[in-house]
């Protein structure tokens, strides 16, 4: 299963929110504060329960200067799963950005949870352009 989030457009530059993704404990601030718990963090990766699911476990695999984050699931996910965080420059005080998933998932499972991780990624996209607002 893949998932594509919107696009957010980032009043920062590539460098900055680089900086900004490439410390795992920043993460909780693009999160739905009232639908996780159990949140653990360390600058490499993180962790966290979904309400109603399971807890979601994220491990820092490789970043790309001022391009991406690259992410795989961690011990005891649900699934196998990536999860890249994607940055564009547009000038020096812009940039874009979105988040790429691609989980191993049968097709139950892909019924089930393909909307609510469509929404949160979207939630993720805006949390990421809102935290880059004056």
């Known amino acids: 299963m893949q998932l594509t989030s919107q696009e957010a457009q980032i009043n920062a530059s590539a460098a900055d929110v680089f900086t900004f993704l490439s410390d795992c404990q920043n993460i909780i601030h693009l999160l739905p504060q009232d639908k996780i718990s159990d949140w653990k963090a360390t600058t490499d990766d993180c962790s966290f329960k979904v309400q109603k699911m399971a807890t979601i476990p994220l491990v820092v695999t490789e970043r790309i200067q001022d391009s991406a984050i690259k992410m795989v699931s961690g011990d005891g996910a649900p699934f196998p799963f990536t999860l890249d965080l994607i940055i564009e420059s547009v000038n ?14 049968n097709t139950f499972l892909k019924m089930m ?8 990624f979207d939630y993720m996209s805006h949390k990421l352009q809102k935290q880059f607002e004056n």
């Open 92 to 105: 020096d005080a812009s940039c874009k950005g979105h988040l790429e998933f691609n989980g191993e998932v």
């Open 113 to 120: 949870i393909e909307k609510p991780m469509g929404n949160l």
